[in-house]
């Protein structure tokens, strides 16, 4: 059974991860197909926190899957898009940090600090050590710092 909080989870890792409306939709899809058909993770973890392990490890083999068919210069906003984003709000900064950032700190500051998952849960979903996590988060926070001041 998959909750609404985790079909918000893939659509918006998706949508940030992508910024192309219709590769999120279908790597949307599919995740959500993958994750709707695993049984709960037994282990050590409690169960809340082993699905969202699992959903972490769901959702980094649909973007690698799926990344190879993005180009490579996307545009700085979604053109058409059913998505609604504020009037006024900028996401040229963050296609920079995109561009910018190597795709484990992409997917971890979209984890960590859009999706709100924790450090263990973002190592142990991408199959890295805890410190790598760190490691990542921080340096796509200060590229994405960059970004921001950059276009300030």
Known sequence: MI?????R???LFFLFSFMDEKAALMAAASATA????????????????ARRVQMIRVLRKVFESNRKLLPRNRPATIPGSVWKIPEGLDIRAWSKF???SSDGEVISVVLSKILGFTDYEIAEGLNISIGTARYRIGKGM????ASVRARA
Do not use: N
């Not at 200060?142 to 710092?145: E, F, N, S």
């Open 3 to 7: 909750t609404d909080e985790q079909v």
């Open 9 to 11: 989870w893939i659509a």
């Open 34 to 49: 993958q994750f709707k058909g695993q049984p709960p993770t037994p282990g050590p973890l409690v169960d809340e926190s």
């Open 98 to 100: 995109q561009k910018d």
């Open 142 to 145: 200060r590229q994405l710092g």
